[in-house]
């Protein structure tokens, strides 16, 4: 009698649990964990069985061999008879530069077109469209060849450059810019104006929200906005020891930086390119936030300018901002294909170190470890930044 009362309340127990939703969720990830590790095993065997039959293992330590090719161009000190991981890092170092430069002017000129296309000046509005509807639909390695060919490579040579005010020189082998005295001093300055930026953020967050909530003017933010930003001009004017380019007879630029013409035209194309999609994603969080708040906004007396400054853009921030990162991440991913007009990237140099090492299976594991980190650091910084931003329950 007590085995069968047992029995039944083991299936009576067995039955609800078949029931259970969170039963299911549970062992469906489970399950699919095991069919990973069992797939992953499978590739992982198949590998080890394939390089033993050509009498190689799997390793790294090819890495640490000379690498025996020149590159281009490099942020980072680098000879042909370095190992091919330093040849690595300085690709590694270029698309960093890509990266950041592209996700700081991208953020400028697809939030400047989004914001364009609320314009009620009917050129600007038009000319913002035509950008949006004619960049995004060209595909990015064509723009790529327009930028390098069509573009830059029309420039005059050294001895017919163009001087832009006595600042900057433009000519087919790239542009000259001011720049910093050291590596040091730059990155120093690239770090101040990062911190800078945030803190300004954060200040006009306030600022705003003071604002809008309590009718105050938000003076004491307003000022201290107006004080960081002479810090950092100061900063940037007294202590980074600027040299400028200077035309040499004859043809040529000393001093200042030299942006060849691979990179710019590189950063061209990322720039035009992604922007299109962010100005996209702009113009939707914008019109996300409800009509209601652009007419109590104006009900108030502000003008167009302040109601998108204080009010209606603030709101949307909390939707253009996930999307963002998507397109960030693209920025990224498509760095790769600057490759096209050799630009020594990381994946330009890792394909030579393929060609050179036959470790395909190593050299790619590096590269997508690489994109993956890059893409996950912006994730990461993003996510913190959509936070900030989220309205906060009361």
């Known amino acids: 009698m007590n085995s069968d009362s047992s029995g039944e309340s083991f299936l009576q127990k067995l039955k609800t649990l078949l029931r259970d939703e969170r039963f299911w969720q549970i062992a469906f990830q489970v399950v699919t964990l095991?069919?990973?590790?069992?797939?992953?095993?499978?590739?992982?065997?198949?590998?080890?069985?394939?390089?033993?039959?050509?009498?190689?293992?799997?390793?790294?330590?090819?890495l640490r061999n000379p690498a025996g090719f020149s590159i281009g161009e490099s942020l980072i000190k680098y000879r042909p008879n370095d190992p091919y991981w330093r040849a690595l890092m300085v690709g590694l170092s270029n698309t960093l530069s890509l990266v950041a430069?592209?996700?700081?002017?991208?953020?400028?000129?697809?939030?400047?077109?989004?914001?364009?296309?609320?314009?009620?000046?009917?050129?600007?509005?038009?000319l913002s469209r035509l950008y949006v509807g004619l960049v995004r639909n060209v595909p990015l390695l064509l723009q790529l060849f327009f930028w390098y060919f069509a573009i830059y490579g029309t420039l005059p040579r050294p001895e017919s450059q163009i001087s832009v005010v006595g600042l900057a020189f433009l000519n087919n082998r790239g542009v000259y810019i001011p720049w910093a005295g050291s590596a040091v001093l730059a990155l120093l300055g690239i770090g101040v104006t990062i911190a800078v930026a945030i803190a300004?953020?954060?200040?006009?967050?306030?600022?705003?929200?003071?604002?809008?909530?309590?009718g105050t003017g938000g003076q004491t933010q307003l000022m201290g906005l107006i004080g960081l930003g002479l810090l950092w001009l100061a900063f940037m004017v007294l202590a980074l020891q600027w040299t400028f380019p200077s035309g040499v007879e004859?043809?040529?630029?000393?001093?200042g930086l030299r942006l060849t013409r691979e990179y710019v035209a590189s950063l061209s194309a990322l720039v035009f390119y992604t922007s299109?999609?962010?100005?996209?994603?702009?113009?939707?969080?914008?019109?996300?936030?409800?009509?209601?708040?652009?007419?109590?906004?104006?009900?108030?007396?502000?003008?167009?300018g302040m109601v998108m400054r204080l009010v209606v853009f603030p709101q949307a921030l909390r939707v253009?901002?996930?999307?963002?990162?998507?397109?960030?991440?693209?920025?990224?991913?498509?760095?790769?294909?600057?490759?096209?007009?050799?630009?020594?990237?990381?994946?330009?140099?890792?394909?030579?170190?393929?060609?050179q090492t036959g470790r395909p299976v190593e050299v790619f594991l590096v590269l997508m470890a690489t994109h993956l980190i890059l893409c996950l650091i912006i994730t990461l910084g993003m996510n913190q930044l959509n936070r900030a931003v989220q309205f906060k329950e009361r």
């Not at 069919?35 to 190689?56: E, W």
């Not at 996700?103 to 038009?126: D, E, M, P, R, Y």
């Not at 702009?282 to 109590?296: L, N, P």
């Open 34 to 62: 095991i069919v990973v590790l069992l797939l992953a095993a499978f590739f992982v065997g198949n590998l080890n069985r394939n390089l033993s039959q050509q009498g190689r293992a799997f390793g790294f330590t090819f």
């Open 200 to 214: 300004a953020f954060f200040l006009w967050q306030w600022r705003t929200k003071l604002r809008i909530e309590t």
């Open 250 to 255: 004859g043809g040529g630029v000393t001093g």
């Open 320 to 355: 253009i901002i996930p999307p963002m990162n998507s397109e960030f991440m693209n920025l990224t991913k498509n760095t790769s294909l600057a490759f096209a007009i050799a630009f020594p990237e990381i994946y330009s140099i890792a394909n030579t170190t393929y060609n």
């Open 101 to 126: 430069a592209g996700i700081a002017l991208t953020t400028l000129l697809g939030t400047a077109a989004g914001v364009a296309s609320f314009s009620k000046n009917w050129l600007v509005h038009k």
């Open 276 to 304: 299109a999609f962010v100005a996209e994603i702009v113009r939707a969080g914008i019109q996300s936030v409800s009509r209601g708040q652009w007419e109590a906004a104006r009900s108030l007396g502000l003008q167009a």
